[in-house]
């Protein structure tokens, strides 16, 4: 018979198996044991942070330590506000979306397009302007006044004539005055006053030439094709429209001036429209005005006011060479003209000092940078004496166009002999620094004395030397 194995023995092979088995499910079991409590562990701090942090926001808010607490209620939440939303319906959300809409179109500021909107804004901006500059005026005229006496000045100040109106400006006034008057004109001439406008309010001369040829490309292309539409949409978002043309004022104008008008619209791909320019179809004739008004707009100069000269005849006076200045003179404030009379007496020290040529020159050159305009006068034969304002870099030629057009005879050649005896010459163009007549100088007239020896001889005579209306204002210098 064969050998037989023994249930023991079989027991015995298997029981260390067993063993393990049960031993791994214990550890693993001790395992999970753990990690639950760690994890109940966890989410009691969790839920613990949470109370905490409501708590802490429903104590309303913070208080100091020196605080009294009976001074202020605590606040209760309203039940109310626990209650959940219901989703509003499709008409309730229709309305609310409409109701939106109005709110922010009155929020969003309108943009006017219209040439009277546009004016109105403008003229709005100058009346804060004029305001602005009428009280700096008057706070300069004070802190003037501190320096010199009125009373005592050789001319009340410097004024101005608007080549437009007429009108006589001070300094602080004409730039005011200007934009106004150039506004005005748009009544008269669209063309004129948009032209105007971009060469006069803009002062970047380099931006307004970009501008101008950038619409005369603009006229150019629907003169040279014009029967194809894309010459004649200009497209508002565009960025050589948006950098180079819509900034400068004046440019929308003068497009509106040449006939084009705003329309929108749509984009496909785009839930809001855009905005172009567009001009109809032109006839022949009317490409012609354009390129009329095209070189109009190349042709255009900034409106500048001028100078008034203030033209004053004076009887004889041992005062002639006497002059008091106004602070408008002076390219200085009212504290620096202080300091500038200081400087006066110690140059005459200075004087008495020896000194190079060159050196003497330099600082007469330094001295006369400081003003901005002189004020010459001129002695005539009969000692009478005109009287002129002038900007310090005119030129000579200014100076004797000023004096032939006072004379009754303005035909007759003259001279006219600065303070050193230099005799000046009007086809020299020198200007009135650089000939040492700054900020006041006293010059002597003179006729050409071969002509007024022809004229002599002829027995001719004239009786006077001013114009009329110089004699009728004749005043005594003080």
């Avoid at 109005?102 to 009346?127: C, F, G």
């Avoid at 440019?251 to 084009?260: H, I, P």
């Amino acid at each position: 018979m064969g050998a037989t194995s023994s249930p023991y023995e079989a027991e015995a092979v298997y029981c260390p198996l067993n063993f393990v088995l049960v031993l791994l499910l214990l550890l693993a079991e001790v395992h999970f044991l753990c990690f639950c409590f760690w994890q109940q562990q966890k989410m009691k701090k969790f839920f613990e942070d949470i109370k905490k942090d409501i708590k802490f926001k429903s104590a309303g808010p913070g208080k100091k330590l020196t605080e009294d607490t009976s001074t202020k209620p605590e606040v209760q939440c309203s039940s109310s506000s626990k209650q959940n939303r219901h989703a509003p319906s499709e008409g309730a959300q229709r309305a609310g979306a409409a109701a939106l809409a109005r709110v922010e179109q009155k929020q969003r500021p309108k943009v006017h397009t219209s040439q009277d909107a546009i004016r109105n804004q403008v003229k709005r901006e100058l009346e804060a302007e004029a305001a602005a500059v009428a009280e700096k005026e008057k706070a300069s005229a004070a802190e003037g006044s501190k320096v010199k006496d009125p009373a005592c000045l050789s001319v009340s100040g410097v004024y101005f004539t608007c080549p437009l109106t007429g009108a006589t400006l001070t300094k602080s006034q004409r730039e005011v005055h200007i934009k106004e008057a150039i506004l005005m004109r748009f009544e008269e001439d669209e063309v004129e006053a948009s032209v105007m406008m971009i060469h006069t309010f803009n002062k970047d001369r380099e931006k307004v030439k970009a501008t101008v040829d950038i619409i005369s490309k603009y006229v150019d292309n629907i003169c040279k094709n014009p029967t194809e539409e894309k010459y004649r949409k200009i497209k508002v978002s565009n960025k050589v429209f948006q950098e180079k043309v819509r900034p400068v004022e004046g440019s929308r104008e003068f497009l509106q001036a040449l006939g084009f008008v705003s329309v929108t619209f749509p984009v496909e791909g785009q839930e809001e429209e855009e905005e172009f320019l567009v001009l109809p179809e032109q006839s022949p004739d009317a490409l012609e005005l354009m390129k009329e008004r095209r070189d109009r707009l190349q042709r255009g100069e900034p409106v500048r006011a001028q100078l008034d000269r203030q033209p004053q005849a004076f009887r004889p006076s041992p005062n002639a060479q006497r002059f008091e200045l106004p602070p408008e003179f002076y390219n200085l404030t009212a504290e620096e003209l202080k300091r500038e009379q200081q400087l006066r007496s110690e140059l005459v020290e200075k004087n008495a000092m020896l000194r190079t040529k060159a050196m003497r020159e330099k600082e007469e050159q330094r001295e006369r940078r400081k003003y901005n305009y002189t004020l010459l006068r001129v002695r005539l034969p009969d000692d009478n004496l005109l009287q002129g304002t002038f900007y310090a870099w005119d030129r000579l030629p200014a100076l004797f166009e000023f004096v032939r057009a006072s004379l009754v005879d303005g035909w007759q050649p003259f001279e006219l002999i600065a303070p050193g005896g230099q005799k000046l010459q009007e086809s020299e163009e020198v200007s009135l620094v650089e000939s040492n007549l700054v900020p006041g100088a006293l010059l002597t007239f003179a006729w050409d004395a071969a002509v007024q020896a022809d004229i002599a001889a002829a027995g001719g005579k004239s009786p006077t030397l001013l114009k009329p209306e110089l004699l009728e204002t004749i005043r005594t210098l003080s």
